[in-house]
C-alpha cells in the first residue's frame, strides 16, 4: 500500500543553516498492516510520516501510495491528503466548530458529500469512537481522549486508504491512553493500513507487523515486533528499548 525508497528531507532555518532531517529512509507497508515508527525526539519519525500524505515534500527518493505515487508532477496531493488520514499529537480540530462539525465539513468539502449524507456518515464514526453523545460540543468542552476521538472520526470520513498517527497518545492523561489504543487497536483489527509513531510499547507487542527504529534520520533497525523486543539486532535499539522500558 505504501512504499518510500530512499527518502531524503532537509530542512533549511531562517539563518540559512540546513538539517538533514531524513537521511535515505527505505520503508513499505503491507496493505491492512500496522507498521509501528520509533525512535529518539528528532530522528526523523514525525518528518517521515509526513512526507506519507505530502503534508512535507522530499528532496529526493520516492514515495508511492496505493500506486500513485507522490512524486510525479501530475499526481493530484489533494486527493491523496484525503485518502491519507492523519491524526495529529495535539489532534489540530477546529476550536470554533462542534465535533460534529469537525467531522462533517471536511466530507462536504473535499469529499463533496451532500449534507445529509455527510451529516449521516458523522453520526456513524462519532457513535463509533465513542463520543456520540458529544457530537454538540466544542473541542474546548471535550477532554484531551474526547478531542482525540473526533480526530480520529474526522480522519475516517474521508474513507482514508491509510491512516497515520503521530504520536497520538502522546499528549493525554495516563487514563485516557488505552481507549484511544483500544480504538486504534479496532481499526487495526477491521484491516486499516496504519504508521504510527509511538513509544507505547505494549500496544507495538500486540498491533504491530513491522517496527522501524529510527536515529538521525535513518532507520537503524526494522523488523516483527518478536525481532525488535526479544532479539535487536543493533545494539543502540537494545539500549533504547532499556530506556523506554
Ligand atoms: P521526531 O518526530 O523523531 O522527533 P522530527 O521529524 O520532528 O523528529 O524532526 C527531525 C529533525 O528535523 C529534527 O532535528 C528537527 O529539529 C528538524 N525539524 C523538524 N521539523 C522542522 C521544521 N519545520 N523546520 C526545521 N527543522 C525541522
Keep these: 500500500m505504501v512504499i518510500a525508497e530512499d527518502v531524503r528531507k532537509t ?9 538533514l532531517a531524513l537521511a535515505g529512509v527505505t520503508a513499505e ?8 515508527i520509533f525512535g529518539p525526539s528528532g530522528s526523523g519519525k514525525s518528518t517521515f510520516l509526513r512526507t506519507l500524505n505530502a503534508l512535507e515534500t522530499i528532496d ?9 505515487s507522490l512524486t510525479d508532477p501530475k499526481a493530484d496531493l489533494n ?3 484525503a485518502e491519507v488520514g492523519m491524526v495529529f499529537q495535539l489532534f489540530n480540530l477546529f476550536q470554533h466548530r462542534t465535533a460534529l462539525d469537525n467531522v462533517m465539513l471536511p466530507q462536504m468539502v473535499v469529499r463533496r458529500r451532500p449534507r445529509a449524507e455527510a451529516l449521516r456518515r458523522s453520526h456513524e464514526l462519532l457513535e463509533k469512537v465513542g463520543i456520540g453523545d458529544r457530537a454538540s460540543h466544542y473541542p474546548s468542552q471535550l477532554s484531551g481522549g474526547q478531542q482525540q476521538r473526533v480526530a480520529i472520526a ?5 474513507d482514508p486508504k491509510v491512516m497515520l498517527f503521530d504520536e497520538p497518545t502522546s ?16 481499526l487495526a483489527c477491521e484491516g ?4 504510527v509513531v509511538t513509544h507505547e510499547m505494549g500496544f507495538a507487542r500486540e498491533i504491530a507487523d513491522r517496527m522501524l527504529f529510527m536515529e538521525n534520520g535513518l532507520i537503524v533497525e526494522e523488523g516483527t515486533p518478536q525481532q525488535i523486543f526479544d532479539a535487536p539486532r543493533q545494539e543502540r535499539t ?7 522500558l
Design 60 to 68: 529526493s527518493g520516492r514515495i508511492v501510495v496505493d500506486g500513485v
Design 171 to 186: 499528549a493525554l492523561d495516563p487514563e485516557t491512553v488505552k481507549g484511544i489504543l483500544d480504538l486504534m487497536k479496532v
Design 79 to 81: 486527493k491523496l491528503r
Design 154 to 158: 474526522r480522519a475516517l470520513a474521508m
Design 11 to 19: 530542512y533549511s532555518s531562517s539563518d540559512g543553516r540546513s538539517h
Design 192 to 195: 486499516m493500513t496504519m504508521a
Design 29 to 36: 507497508i503491507d496493505r491492512g498492516n500496522v507498521l509501528v
Design 238 to 244: 537494545k539500549a533504547f528499548l532499556e530506556q523506554i
